[in-house]
């Protein structure tokens, strides 16, 4: 069973920069795929960004292209989304998760078996 946990969630105006963090649990994610999911009120829950295994290969959807920024460490078992230049749009609540069958990045929710809590992350003036 892998724990996620993220963190570096908060409250900022427009154009501010948050940064994300998941730690999991166990040393087995290094050989996941994973990915960040949103998901604002009354909305279905939206990919963001993913990445392989490696970290040589994301993923970012177009509306925060050029904004946000998907990494991982895996000696320190951590998953990062840069968020720069935020947006009231980018209001939601923030999921990571692991996709554990899979080292190549996936896009749908499905293909993930593994969820963190989700973090908050709410922009306006």
């Known amino acids: 069973q892998v724990q996620l946990s993220e963190s570096g969630g908060g409250s900022v105006q427009p154009g501010d920069s948050l940064r994300l963090s998941c730690v999991a649990s166990?040393?087995?994610?290094?050989?996941?795929?994973m990915a960040w999911f949103r998901q604002a009120p009354g909305k279905e829950r939206e990919f963001v960004a993913g990445i392989n295994w490696s970290g040589s290969h994301t993923y970012i959807i177009d509306s925060v292209k050029g904004r946000f920024t998907i990494s991982r460490d895996n000696v320190k078992n951590t998953l990062y989304l840069q968020m720069n230049n935020l947006k009231p749009e980018d209001t939601s609540i923030y999921y990571c998760?692991?996709?554990?069958?899979?080292?190549?990045?996936?896009?749908?929710?499905?293909?993930?078996?593994?969820w963190g809590q989700g973090t908050q992350v709410t922009v306006s003036a």
């Open positions: 998760a692991a996709a554990s069958q899979y080292r190549a990045l996936q896009i749908t929710a499905s293909d993930h078996d593994y």
């Open positions: 166990k040393r087995s994610f290094s050989d996941s795929a």
